[in-house]
């Protein structure tokens, strides 16, 4: 495990800082590529909220990936990064103002929209700008799905989304606005989602929503599902890439595309998570009354998800080969939920080894903090160490 870093150059390095293995980043892409490309209609957007580092974007948008933002600094991330901005696609609650107008003088595929006070405004925008905003409807198809509760999305008490009691009315509304052109329907129902069944469950559903939508002769061309597909945490090694091939072939399978529609995916977590580790130093070992605690340089301003879901990320230390011990993998900031790990073995460890914090190319980088007033964490790539 530890052949996959380049340990001397870790060592010359300030620590805390993410490591992006961009050649499992490229096989990555070309095994998306590959499965989607065999589905006609098949299109993937990658969700930039899950890692936006501008040297992951670029590897990503050379690969001909379209972008999915949540935000205006997102879609400027993306274009900066060579996403053309016909394939980018932008959702999220709460568009301001400045935002919606980004995307309307930029020319972005469209508006993923969540609510009809949202479509007035982009519609009131639009016809200010002389634009024409293009737009699928969000609709919340009350979908649960088997993971953490605070990254489902797709159940009626979730904020996301158009309830689909309201659907109708939300097309007919927008249908009749001139500065708005009605494209389709996205759906979203959460992320780290392994079991496929979730995705037949929202496939049945869109089945159920078409066929009635048929029934009053309401044509839509474009179904974005969104993303949601998990990875291993527990196995980076033996897993580094996603069962996209499964991922596609449920859709391919179970969604009853009409003739002439294309199907969109927002995949983000399966894209860059497995690439990515967080390499941080040991500070101290303590010998606390009944453990042992490995106090390292990273805290969770560098990788929150732990304190804040209680996420599993498999530890590794790179600098030992000695027998293991168990440890408890702590940080430096000031919460008592600023921990790592419990009770996980380690190759025994001393002050100075270097961990890897496995599986953190998503939701790592792009959610850090100052918090403590730390310094933001740098992200580096294997090219930045094969000059």
């Not at 394939?87 to 469209?110: N, Q, T």
């Not at 340089?297 to 990320?313: F, S």
Request: aromatic letters at 10%; glycine letters at 8%; one cysteine or more.
């Amino acid at each position: 495990m530890k052949g996959i870093f380049p340990l001397d150059s870790f060592q010359k390095l300030r620590t805390p800082f993410y490591y992006y293995d961009s050649k499992l980043l490229r096989e990555t892409l070309n095994e998306i590529k590959r499965e989607a490309g065999k589905h006609e209609g098949f299109t993937v957007h990658y969700a930039v909220k899950a890692n936006a580092n501008a040297k992951v974007l670029n590897i990503i948008s050379q690969a001909g990936l379209g972008a999915d933002c949540v935000s205006g600094g997102e879609i400027e991330a993306s274009l900066k990064a060579g996403f053309p901005a016909e394939s980018i696609v932008y959702a999220g609650v709460g568009k301001s103002d400045w935002e919606i107008k980004l995307g309307l003088e930029k020319g972005i595929f469209c508006f993923n929209v969540e609510s009809v006070a949202e479509l007035e405004v982009i519609n009131e925008i639009a016809t200010a700008m002389d634009k024409t905003a293009r737009v699928c409807l969000r609709i919340n198809p009350n979908v649960g799905a088997h993971t953490h509760a605070k990254i489902t999305t797709g159940l009626a008490e979730n904020k996301f989304g158009i309830a689909m009691s309201d659907m109708y009315d939300a097309i007919d509304r927008a249908e009749k606005m001139a500065h708005i052109s009605f494209l389709g329907l996205h759906f979203h129902i959460g992320s780290q989602i392994l079991d496929m069944t979730d995705f037949v469950a929202l496939c049945n559903r869109i089945n159920e929503l078409q066929d009635a939508m048929e029934q009053k002769h309401i044509k839509i061309d474009n179904i974005n599902v969104g993303g949601g597909l998990g990875i291993d945490y527990n196995n980076p090694n033996r897993v580094p890439i996603p069962d996209f091939k499964s991922f596609f072939d449920t859709y391919a399978r179970h969604l009853k595309l009409r003739e002439g529609q294309k199907l969109h995916f927002e995949l983000g977590r399966a894209v860059v998570a497995q690439m990515g580790s967080l390499i941080t130093r040991v500070l101290y070992v303590k010998q606390g009354t009944a453990k042992k605690f490995a106090i390292v340089d990273a805290g969770m301003t560098d990788l929150i998800r732990p304190a804040l879901y209680q996420a599993y990320h498999k530890i590794e230390n790179i600098s030992s080969d000695k027998p293991c011990d168990t440890y408890d993998v702590v940080g430096p900031i000031c919460e008592s939920s600023d921990v790592f790990a419990k009770a996980v073995d380690l190759n025994a460890v001393s002050r100075g080894d270097l961990f890897a914090l496995r599986s953190a190319g998503a939701y790592g980088e792009i959610m850090a903090s100052q918090y403590n007033c730390r310094r933001l964490p740098e992200g580096y790539i294997t090219e930045d160490f094969n000059r």
